[in-house]
Nanobody
Framework: QVLVVESGGGSVQAGGSLRLSCGASGDFWRIDEMSWYRQAPGDQRELVATIQRTGTSTYGDSVKGRFTISWEHANIAVMQMDSLKPEDTAVYHC??????????????WGQGTQVTVSS
């Protein structure tokens, strides 16, 4: 079982910055990938950013050039969010892809953290 813990959400004004952190702990061999998704009320869930174990990262079109995801530790990824806009307001969830016993792959989610950007 993998425990995923997110932190760093909050409220800022447009143009401000926030830094989200996603950490994984538990019984696994390694973390292969971490992703941030977000969902605003009434909207579909949107993939924001993904980082592979190799360090390769990809971003949704709406955040390219403003958000940066990176590894802080083998089991902790951080996402720096700059130039925030009101449309970035959502609950942000972290998804962790891990490899455990018998090379089985697991996907686990955190509880989510609220990001609110005011105009």
């Amino acid at each position: 079982q993998v425990l995923v813990v997110e932190s760093g959400g909050g409220s800022v004004q447009a143009g401000g910055s926030l830094r989200l952190s996603c950490g994984a702990s538990g019984d696994f061999w390694r973390i292969d990938e971490m992703s941030w998704y977000r969902q605003a009320p009434g909207d579909q869930r949107e993939l924001v950013a993904t980082i592979q174990r190799t360090g390769t990262s990809t971003y949704g079109d709406s955040v390219k050039g403003r958000f940066t995801i990176s590894w802080e530790h083998a089991n902790i990824a951080v996402m720096q969010m700059d130039s925030l806009k009101p449309e970035d307001t959502a609950v942000y969830h972290c998804e962790v892809v891990s490899v455990g016993r018998a090379a089985a792959t697991f996907r686990d989610w955190g509880q989510g953290t609220q990001v609110t950007v005011s105009s």
